[in-house]
């Protein structure tokens, strides 16, 4: 069955930076398209950015861009997102998504993993 | 940015009768529009995609339509398991949206 487990979550200051990540298992992580998507403690989900699965097309919403960077390895059926420039507003669950295929809908979540910008 | 409005945003329904709720696209989707339920400290479950299609393992309660911008989840006989959580998304342009949310609770 497949199964994403993210990780790296943690409390970071106003200004500073975290890498999460996501392990993949259970299906073939090169064929799949990918996002991160976030929930704020309360609040809806908001999509943060996808990449493809040969790393040709990422994309970005507006609060990531710039500041954050999507990236994957598939030879370790890893996703990653690389958090820069941390804002309080950016605290919130963030959820490692498997898309159904391209430009899909979200057909596996992770758990999430919090992440806390506080200072 | 399509905006997605959901409502209402909550909606009481004792178990066994129906509840639809409804989203709205603030332009045309077509029929790239999924739903999603989520329960206290879980991660969203994948219920309808292209708008009518169950995912796998959704039960047949669980239904989806519309396209364009009006589309409706119904859930035909609530269980007590169906208080949660729902969510709409499009899927047609970026940046990807979700509704607001409509939360499903006991009567």
């Known amino acids: 069955q497949v199964q994403l487990v993210e990780s790296g979550g943690g409390l970071v200051k106003p200004g500073g930076s975290l890498r999460l990540s996501c392990a993949a298992s259970?299906?073939?992580?090169?064929?799949?398209?990918m996002s991160w998507i976030r929930q704020a403690p309360g609040k809806g989900l908001e999509w943060v950015s996808h990449i493809s699965n040969s790393k040709t097309y990422t994309n970005y919403a507006d609060s990531a861009k710039g500041r954050f960077t999507i990236s994957r390895d598939n030879a370790k059926n890893s996703l990653y997102l690389q958090m820069n420039s941390l804002r309080a507003e950016d605290t919130a669950v963030y959820y490692c998504?498997?898309?159904?295929?391209?430009?899909?809908?979200?057909?596996?979540w992770g758990q999430g993993t919090m992440v806390t910008v506080s200072s | 940015e399509i905006v997605m409005t959901q409502s209402p945003a909550t909606l009481s329904v004792s178990p066994g009768e129906r509840a639809t709720l409804s989203c709205r696209a603030s332009q045309s989707v077509s029929s790239k529009l999924a739903w999603y339920q989520q329960k206290p400290g879980q991660a969203p479950r994948l219920l309808i995609y292209g708008a009518s299609t169950r995912a796998t393992g959704i039960p047949a309660r669980f239904s989806g339509s519309g396209s364009g911008t009006e589309f409706t989840l119904t859930i035909s006989s609530l269980q007590s398991e169906d208080f949660a959580f729902y969510y709409c998304q499009q899927y047609d342009d970026w940046p990807l949206t979700f509704g607001q949310g409509t939360k499903v609770e006991i009567k």
């Open positions: 998504v498997k898309e159904r295929g391209p430009f899909d809908a979200f057909d596996n």
């Open positions: 259970g299906f073939i992580f090169s064929d799949y398209y």
